[in-house]
């Protein structure tokens, strides 16, 4: 997932992606909203890692809009906290997972299959409209990073509420919230790495800038 190179930064952010933050805010909060409650009925480990995801990206987007305007600098600052927070979401849905699996309980399936479906077509809708903007800045990347990977999570949602209906047992749904944990940590490295190489370009962009200011 990682990625060595990074775009240089643009003088003005582009309106383009403003607005598709917005759009992506809007559909994540009612996102949360919706597999939050669907979460509890069903009792699925997977939906619950999905919707608190979805509001965890939801404060990333809020981040994004609020350093848009910055300087790179402000703006791979603001990609580490995201990535920071992408890791340890999934170390958080990895604990969730381990302690359900000592409690034995089975989620309902057919919420899990229906509200999965609901999400991959509110994800999809993002990622197609942050898709033209995944190769740029860091920060431009964290929020790509978070639609894909929502996308996937919705996917594997599915498949598990099929092996839950299968199987009869919660192990379907257990194994996709390690994977989405898996991911979330993955993505959130990659996230941080990029960020780190972003603050550091602008910093010898600055001090070049200053000593060119001194001469």
């Not at 960020?195 to 010898?204: M, W």
Request: aromatic fraction near 8%; include cysteine; proline fraction near 3%.
């Amino acid at each position: 997932m990682a990625c060595s190179c990074s775009a240089p930064e643009p003088k003005q952010p582009d309106p383009r992606f403003r607005k598709a933050l917005w759009f992506a805010l809007w559909v994540n909060l009612a996102m949360f909203v919706v597999e939050g409650v669907a979460s509890l009925q069903s009792g699925s480990v997977s939906l619950l890692a999905d919707a608190i995801d979805f509001f965890g990206d939801s404060a990333n987007y809020v981040l994004s809009l609020s350093v848009l305007s910055m300087g790179m600098l402000w703006r791979g600052r603001a990609a580490m906290i995201k990535g920071i927070t992408m890791a340890v979401f999934g170390i958080a849905v990895l604990g969730r997972a381990a302690w359900v699996a000592q409690t034995g309980i089975t989620p309902e399936p057919f919420t899990m299959g229906a509200i999965g479906l609901l999400a991959l077509a509110a994800n999809v809708a993002v990622a197609v409209t942050l898709f033209k903007f995944r190769t740029g800045d860091s920060d431009m990347r964290s929020v790509w990073l978070c639609s894909r990977n929502d996308a996937i999570g919705n996917v594997a949602v599915m498949a598990a509420a099929v092996g839950v209906f299968g199987t009869g047992t919660a192990w379907p749904d257990l194994a996709v919230a390690t994977i989405m944990g898996l991911l979330a940590i993955s993505a959130g490295v990659s996230v941080v790495r990029h960020a780190r190489d972003d603050i550091h370009q602008a910093k010898v962009d600055s001090s070049q800038g200053a000593g060119l200011e001194v001469r």
